[in-house]
């Protein structure tokens, strides 16, 4: 399983999804954020645009490596990692 | 008399409303913190819409069935489907250059940047136009919506990209306005005849005014008489910097536009334009413009000056009226502040209702007037930066 946090503005938008242990079946980024659509419609399209490419100011970690393919999220995971989803802070 | 104002601002949305004393109150209703590009009131259902802008998570349109008490994410999002191209120039960096920059014409993937206006039509008809360039239509009240082909595939902005190549060449130019920095057209007005739903007008950020008769099948431009001042061919049929453009609902061949290059007036349903501008009065640059609900002849603008300033005259902030299609102006300064008055007011933020006028600044203040214009109060001076004022 692949565990999964999230920043805490997204609860904001999905309140249901806080407190909850986000944990998925998934082989890649994609499927991570393909699984959360599924507990949490919607929320995939706050993750990426229409095209599947991360939105510019979204980060998504694996453990603590940035994920490399902003395009597709084709980078995989593995039983036992933890995926950072979180808004990139660009400046304050 | 109108009694509700629904205003969007960089920081959520505000209901104004005026109280059994007669005060006029703003109150947060909703999406604290997050930009509201757009709010209006479908009349037909009810329901309130809110056009967002969040900035790490993407546009998303937001309604509310209780009158603001409460929003949801709405059930079907704007997104433009698979295949969706545009036509965009870019200028790039290019050592090669002598320059140092070059000029690239390519065809991108569309991928929704702003949404920037909502439209209603009866029978369920709800319309909304973006960054870039797309017009979206539901026939169901909001349950889908798909985006427009033929406009989309227009052949003044190259063709069908789906199928092909097209002609490579577009005549529709950009907008700063869209919120990830993409310089691409947007459609910031959309007027649906009140005599008949099946001819519907939108403008374009940069293009013109659009016109189609049959329910969205075909579409023409309308800009003739428009004159493009500062550019080589003035009379070109594409290419006008179309601000605002809106009806009056009761005398509907009356149309108005606030154009960067000046105020326009239509009275055959915007088959031609006539110039309008009184720039010896102030009347010429500006982003809004409204239309009186019965009377065509009659309007109001926000004058700015020029398009290098942006600014208020001298400092002064007033409304312009006419009531005589743009024959004379009246500014309207009663109540208004005259002196370091820099408010600048985007082209959604002026409405009328007939006597009830209002409009917002940039500078997060709010005036209404109750008497067309001609004394006008200030009833809030610190709200964020405000988008646009609708009547409901």
Not at chain 2, 32 to 45: E, W
Not at chain 2, 158 to 171: A, I, P, W
Request: charged share 20%; glycine share 14%; aromatic share 10%.
């Amino acid at each position: 399983m692949i565990a999964v946090r999230l920043t805490r503005h997204l609860y904001s938008f999905f309140p249901h999804l806080e407190g909850v242990d986000l944990a998925v079946e998934a082989a890649t980024v994609a499927d991570v954020v393909r699984a959360l659509e599924a507990r949490a419609p919607g929320i995939g399209f706050y993750i990426c645009d229409e095209l599947g490419r991360l939105r510019t100011h979204v980060n998504i970690f694996i453990g603590t490596r940035m994920v490399r393919d902003r395009r597709g999220l084709s980078d995989a995971v593995a039983a036992g990692d933890t995926v950072h989803i979180l808004q990139a802070l660009s400046g304050g | 008399m109108a009694a509700r104002i629904l205003v969007g601002t960089r920081k959520g949305t505000f209901i104004v409303e005026k109280s059994a004393a007669g005060l006029w109150q703003p109150r947060l209703v909703g999406h604290a913190g997050t930009g509201v590009n757009f709010v209006a009131r479908d009349p037909y259902t009810g329901r309130l819409w809110a056009l967002l802008g969040h900035g790490h998570w993407g546009a998303k349109l937001s309604i509310s069935d209780d009158e603001g008490a409460t929003w949801a994410d709405a059930p079907s999002q704007i997104k433009y489907p698979e295949g969706a191209r545009y036509i965009a120039q870019d200028m790039y960096e290019d050592a090669a250059s002598e320059y140092g920059v070059g000029w690239r014409i390519s065809t991108k993937p569309a991928a929704l940047a702003k949404l920037w206006i909502i439209g209603f039509g009866p029978g369920g008809s709800v319309y909304v136009g973006t960054i870039p360039g797309g017009l979206f239509v539901s026939r169901d009240g909001g349950a889908h919506f798909e985006l427009n082909r033929p406009l989309w595939n227009h052949e003044s902005r190259g063709g069908d990209l789906f199928s092909g190549e097209g002609t490579g060449e577009t005549k529709w130019f950009g907008t700063p306005a869209s919120e990830g920095g993409d310089f691409a057209p947007g459609i910031h007005s959309i007027v649906v005849d009140p005599r008949n739903p099946q001819r519907v007008l939108v403008a374009v950020s940069t293009a013109g005014v659009i016109e189609t008769l049959d329910g969205g099948q075909t579409w023409h431009s309308r800009n003739k008489g428009m004159i493009l001042d500062h550019t080589p061919e003035p009379e070109a049929e594409w290419g006008h910097d179309t601000h605002f453009i809106e009806l009056s609902p009761g005398d509907p061949d009356h149309v108005w536009q606030q154009n960067h290059v000046g105020v326009y007036y239509s009275a055959d349903g915007a088959a031609t334009w006539r110039k309008v501008s009184r720039p010896e009065q102030g009347v010429h640059f500006g982003f809004p413009i409204t239309a009186h609900p019965t009377r065509g002849r009659t309007a109001w603008v926000v004058p700015g000056r020029s398009d290098q300033q942006r600014m208020t005259i001298d400092g002064g902030l007033f409304v312009a009226r006419t009531e005589d299609g743009g024959e004379t102006w009246q500014a309207l300064r009663n109540g208004l502040p005259q002196s370091c008055a820099y408010d600048v007011v985007y082209r959604h933020a002026l409405a009328n209702a007939g006597d009830v006028v209002t409009f917002g600044s940039t500078t997060g203040n709010l005036y209404i007037s109750e008497d067309g214009g001609d004394g006008w109060q200030a009833v809030a001076h610190n709200l964020p930066p405000i988008y646009s004022v609708r009547f409901a």
